[in-house]
T-cell receptor
Framework: KAGVTQTPRYLIKTRGQQVTLSCSPI?????VSWYQQTPGQGLQFLFE???????NKGNFPGRFSGRQFSNSRSEMNVSTLELGDSALYLC?????????????FGPGTRLTVL | AQSVSQHNHHVILSEAASLELGCNYS??????LFWYVQYPGQHLQLLLK??????LVKGIKGFEAEFIKSKFSFNLRKPSVQWSDTAEYFC?????????????FGKGTTLSVSS
């Protein structure tokens, strides 16, 4: 069974640009969560999607947005990039919403903002 | 707001030494607790979890953790570490009853095991 896949694995952007990251969950999983990992702040929850609806949102500015498609694949978008957005962005999938469903993490997308 | 503290940023041990990594959380309600591990070059993966019941939980690869409610702690232990345990370890919390699956992570502890 294929794991969570994230594309691209690496990205370099400049300040002010926007970026879209993609996540394909494990087959059959319908919930997708996104996390940002930085050396200073660690892992921080961005948002969670289930059945194409955002179910939960972390404390991030509106520049961070996401969506989920009918096949459960998810994208997150960051507009007007800032230097501080440089981070590893992790996607996690689970069968459904609810903490009893184990989350499986992908390898992440490393975003560098210059 | 919930928070998770991991006391040790970097732990260095020799093989066969015992391991204990500290984790304390800040939240007044009922929580679900997790330890995740990230081996070099690999994905974050679940080591063990606690939802309810026996406060001593056993996970994969010989790891265990004890939930002490009065101390708001969920420390990770292993009696005898191996070189292959070299990794970064993250403690995480989810507030029971909170919508969704959002995890609050500690900042991680890097474990280096020398052979």
């Amino acid at each position: 069974k294929a794991g969570v896949t994230q594309t691209p694995r690496y990205l370099i952007k400049t300040r002010g640009q926007q970026v879209t990251l993609s996540c394909s969950p494990i087959s059959g999983h319908r919930s997708v969560s996104w996390y940002q990992q930085t050396p200073g702040q660690g892992l921080q929850f961005l948002f969670e999607y289930f059945s194409e609806t955002q179910r939960n949102k972390g404390n991030f500015p509106g520049r961070f947005s996401g969506r989920q498609f009918s096949n459960s694949r998810s994208e997150m978008n960051v507009s007007t990039l800032e230097l501080g957005d440089s981070a590893l962005y992790l996607c996690a999938s689970s069968l459904a919403v609810g903490i009893t469903n184990e989350q499986f993490f992908g390898p992440g997308t490393r975003l560098t903002v210059l | 707001a919930q928070s998770v503290s991991q006391h040790n940023h970097h732990v260095i041990l020799s093989e066969a030494a015992s391991l204990e990594l500290g984790c304390n959380y800040s939240y007044g309600g009922t929580v679900n607790l997790f330890w995740y591990v990230q081996y070099p070059g690999q994905h974050l993966q679940l080591l063990l979890k606690y939802f309810s019941g026996d406060p001593l939980v056993k996970g994969i690869k010989g790891f265990e953790a004890e939930f002490i409610k009065s101390k708001f702690s969920f420390n990770l232990r292993k009696p005898s570490v191996q070189w292959s345990d070299t990794a970064e370890y993250f403690c995480a919390v989810n507030a029971r009853g909170q919508a969704g699956t959002a995890l609050i992570f500690g900042k991680g502890t890097t474990l280096s095991v020398s052979s």
